[in-house]
């Protein structure tokens, strides 16, 4: 069967129940309450193997580490309880206190061009619901030291107590083994975490409102590099030398905003 591919432009994640057909005059017919195209296209993604063909079909999912962190990182464990059904949407979702778990398309590209390699130290900003904690920790994870030396791959910073809680306790229950590989911390990740410094790469998940924080660029190490939105756009910023940074930038995208001193 194949599905046309359109431009989404809708959220669509509230809607309860979808039954699709596909026929040879390639007409959609849809028992769904809101008579909607795009939710009959997103509805059919139903299981994380067809999320990570989409991903992968669509050309945000590139590499098989990533796609392997993908598999095993299952959306639904990150998901709250109630938001279960619609978790291989490709959609952000709300995770509480006015937050959202992330696109997996933007997670996938922001990942791709983060380019983790087994062993780099990682921090993240914005942990929110531990999904994109778990895949940063499965990509860094290195089976040749990391098993033994009881060090760490992952520090991940949550402004929110009460998310902090619930990511520290979801990646908990998924992997024990991995979530002791990540340092979970509560607090303004603006400052980033100068304890565990240097890092190879820096991922923020909320966009900072003028220019990527001055901290992050001074805790990475030359040669390392930050995926972070700056208003739209996702900056992928390269350290060359101590005050050296070649950067790109990718238009048209939107996060919630990076909260800074509070
Ligand atoms: N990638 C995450 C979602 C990130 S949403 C996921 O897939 O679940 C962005 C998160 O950044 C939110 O949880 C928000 O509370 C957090 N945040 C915003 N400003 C922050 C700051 N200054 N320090 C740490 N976290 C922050």
Known sequence: MQIQKWKRRKR??????????????????????????????????????????????????K?????????????????????????????????????????????????????IKAGEKILEIGTGSGWQTALCALVAYDERTSGSNGGWDVVSIERIATLHTAA????????????????????????????????????????????????WKDQLKIGGRIVAPVKNSIVVLDKTGKNDFLKRDFLGYSFVPLVIGK
Request: charged share 25%; hydrophobic share 45%; aromatic share 10%.
């Open 63 to 115: 590499t098989d580490r990533l796609a392997e962190a993908f598999i095993a990182a299952d959306r639904k464990f990150f998901v709250p309880e109630a938001m279960s059904e619609h978790a291989y949407l490709n959609e952000p979702l709300p995770i509480g206190e006015g937050q959202t778990i992330s696109q997996p398309l933007v997670v996938a590209m922001m990942l791709e061009f983060l380019d």
């Open 168 to 215: 520290t306790a979801a990646i908990r229950a998924w992997n024990k083994g991995l979530s002791e590989r990540i340092v979970f911390l509560q607090g303004d990740g603006a400052r980033g975490d100068a304890e565990h410094m240097p890092y190879d790469k820096i991922i923020s998940g909320a966009s900072a409102a003028d220019d990527i924080p001055q901290a």
């Open 12 to 61: 669509v994640f509230w809607h309860e129940s979808f039954a699709v057909q596909w026929n040879d005059a390639k007409i959609f017919t849809a028992h769904c309450p809101c008579d909607d195209l795009w939710c009959m296209i997103e509805g059919m993604i139903a299981s994380n193997e067809e999320l990570i063909h989409e991903l992968r079909s669509l050309g945000y999912l």
